[in-house]
């Protein structure tokens, strides 16, 4: 739900903005930072940390992130997961990585034209702002490795996928959605050709309560709280009152190259009849819990897991407002 809001007391604005994001000079103009808001800059993940601590120190609820979504997701895990605030602040995206994924469905704040002055003034109060609240995936390792904080989780043909644009696409320059759009039709060409080398089928498990399991050789499976994803993408189709948004296409999908259209844009593939029963599977969940080996991603990060450590364990990990000026 998008709200039109002005802010009910005067925020305290902090930034935190990573240098190193894939097109940081483009997307943040000439622009100086405003002189009476603390900014930071963070590069690595102990430098993103120690700026949310610092900031969260100062009093900041309202927290402006300049970066892309690997930068967006490790901030996320500071505030929902370590609750470095005593109250999550209100949260301002300047999208300035190569994707920008999670900035491009939850609103964003456009400093490329007018600078940062209109969220200054949002922020004193002095004008509007679309507000966008969206649920954050909690992610907990089997290993015993810390929870994750994020906004898509994907394993199977997706992290093949996602390596490939990163290590291929983005070296070369080739960033926003172009990279994903031409590892999709990478995908694509892989599907009509039986090329596995680029999908090669995942044993999975999902479990996501006493009623819905998967189990078998999986293609692909994502999970998302976002409502859109890159290229517009909204493959999803559940019809449940849950936040977890999943879908998951078994190997051996019959028909597969003809139904992604509508798979791709949220459509059920087949009679509802036979829901889950055709290898395309569909469902919104409050918890689901993964077995499988091998690779996944959060918001373009890249984990393992191993399926002898047991399950891995996806939940909300809490909901945050976002501010939308663009």
Not at 58 to 78: F, M, N, P
């Amino acid at each position: 739900m998008v709200r039109k809001a002005y802010a009910d007391t005067p925020r305290r604005l902090g930034i935190i903005y990573n240098a190193q994001s894939g097109r940081h000079r483009r997307r943040w103009g000439h622009h100086p930072l405003p002189l009476d808001v603390p900014a930071i800059e963070a590069n690595t993940v102990e430098e993103i940390r120690a700026a949310v601590a610092r900031l969260a120190a100062a009093g900041v609820d309202l927290l402006a992130i300049a970066g892309g979504d690997g930068t967006v997701q490790c901030v996320l895990g500071e505030i929902l997961i370590k609750t470095v605030f005593d109250t999550p602040p209100d949260i301002a995206l300047i999208p300035t990585g190569s994707t920008n994924m999670t900035a491009n469905d939850a609103g964003f704040v456009d400093v490329r034209h007018d600078g940062w002055q209109p969220l200054c003034d949002w922020a004193a109060g002095h004008r509007s702002a679309r507000l966008r609240d969206r649920d954050v995936l909690r992610i907990d390792p089997a290993d015993g490795a810390p929870a994750i904080a994020g906004m898509f989780f994907g394993a199977g043909a997706i992290h093949h996928a996602v390596e490939h644009t990163q290590k291929r696409l983005h070296s070369v320059g080739l960033r926003g959605e172009v990279g994903p759009a031409l590892a999709f039709l990478r995908f694509v060409k892989s599907v009509i050709i039986g090329d596995r080398r680029h999908f090669t089928p995942t044993p999975l498990s999902a479990d996501d309560g006493p009623h819905r399991r998967l189990d078998g050789d999986t293609l692909l499976i994502v999970v998302s709280t976002l409502h859109r994803l890159v290229l517009r993408f909204n493959p999803f189709w559940g019809e449940e009152s849950a936040p977890l948004r999943w879908t998951a296409i078994r190997h051996g999908a019959p028909r597969l190259f003809w139904r992604l259209p509508a798979v791709v844009r949220g459509k059920r593939p087949f009679g509802k009849a036979h829901d889950g029963h055709d290898g395309y599977v569909s469902h919104n969940s409050h918890t689901l819990s993964l077995c499988f080996d091998g690779g996944y991603i959060v918001d373009g990060e890249f984990f393992q897991h191993r399926s002898a450590d047991g399950p891995l364990r996806l939940s909300v990990a809490g909901r945050l407002s976002f501010v939308g000026l663009s």
